[in-house]
């Protein structure tokens, strides 16, 4: 019988499926385990469901042991995977994506409007019982309707903001390193990065964290843009130099920027936390019931997959061994 290590308490239909197909070995508690209780939980285990906070390295693949056949993140991001261990080892990775792009392209759009409206500060203001009075200077920001909305990376999450940009009346133009599928129902122009920065109202990341895409953001880009625009960042914290930003920030170099993720999450830079042109959450993306319990059940699809000797749905490409 196939045995899950399940290292968070899932939601969803995702610990009946797994039920039903093996054995499930879970953590106790809705809390964030310590790595020796992860560590002892994949020993021995044929495959682990992790979440993007389990460190997926060489000591977690030793304490697992031999027989671990899988690792089935439970998150389309799967930075916390060292792919090179896991094809070496000939483990199969798999990830969520799809499921939550439009939860996750709702919360990016969220930050947009909040941070080109300045809500965080405005709502700041009137929490903390500060006098105020409707004035033509008054917390004005910057209207989206025609502007140019860059978005970098233009997959599945990408594209959505795309689209919830056009309802907004922006236009969209987009870095990639190949052209995307959804360039021609976006109307989307494909330009290089440097362009997309200088000539951009928002820039929107939507790309995964690798060697290649780390601090990809940083001083010489955010000098790149204009002081108007609004960088915002759902994908990964270290797509962006924190200490860069903050300066840029501090410096009025640009408008602003809207922040769910951070590089040394759940630290966040003291830095930011001083600065009132800044919008920060808390990697809430993909926060919702309904995609919470599609991303649980779609990696307990991929695992239960595997169990069985099958393709998994979700299967992350593996380098060479
Ligand atoms: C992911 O799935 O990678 C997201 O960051 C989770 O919110």
Redesign the pocket.
Request: charged residues 5%; without cysteine.
């Given at each position: 019988m196939t045995t899950f290590a399940v290292t968070a308490a899932l939601p969803g239909r995702a610990p009946e499926m797994l039920a039903e197909a093996g054995e499930v070995r879970d953590v106790p508690g809705a809390g964030r385990p310590e790595r020796e209780e992860l560590l002892r939980l994949v020993e021995g285990a044929d495959i682990a469901l992790t979440m993007?906070y389990v460190r997926v390295d060489e000591e977690f693949l030793d304490a697992a042991g031999e027989g671990l056949r899988a690792v089935c993140n439970v998150?389309?991001?799967f930075d916390n995977v060292d792919l090179a261990a896991c094809a070496r080892r000939g483990i199969v990775v798999t990830?969520?994506p799809g499921v939550?792009d439009d939860a996750?392209a709702d919360l990016a759009f969220a930050l947009i409007l909040a941070a080109r409206r300045r809500l965080g500060e405005a709502e700041r203001l009137v929490r903390a019982g500060e006098p105020w009075e409707w004035g033509m200077g008054f917390m004005v920001g910057h209207d989206l309707r025609g502007g140019r909305l860059g978005i970098v990376g233009l997959g599945g999450i990408g594209a959505r903001v795309g689209a919830r940009g056009r309802g907004f009346g922006l236009e969209v133009a987009y870095f990639g390193r190949r052209e995307s599928p959804h360039e021609a129902e976006l109307e989307a122009t494909r330009l290089d990065l440097d362009e997309l920065l200088a000539t951009s109202d928002v820039i929107s990341l939507h790309t995964p964290l690798t060697p290649e895409t780390q601090h990809l953001i940083g001083a010489r880009e955010l000098a790149l843009m204009k002081p108007t625009a609004t960088l915002v960042n759902t994908a990964?914290g270290a797509v962006v130099d924190e200490e860069a930003l903050v300066e840029a920030l501090r410096e009025g170099r640009i408008a602003g920027a809207g922040l769910d993720?951070y590089e040394d999450e759940p630290s966040v830079n003291p830095g930011l936390l001083e600065l009132e042109n800044v919008v920060l959450l808390p990697?809430?993306?993909?926060?919702t019931v309904e995609t919470r319990a599609a991303?649980a059940e779609l990696a307990a699809r991929n695992a239960i997959a595997i169990a069985r000797g099958e393709e998994p749905q979700a299967p992350v490409p593996l380098p060479d061994a």
């Open positions: 993007l998150a389309v991001g990830n969520t939550l996750t990964r993720v990697h809430i993306g993909s926060a991303m």
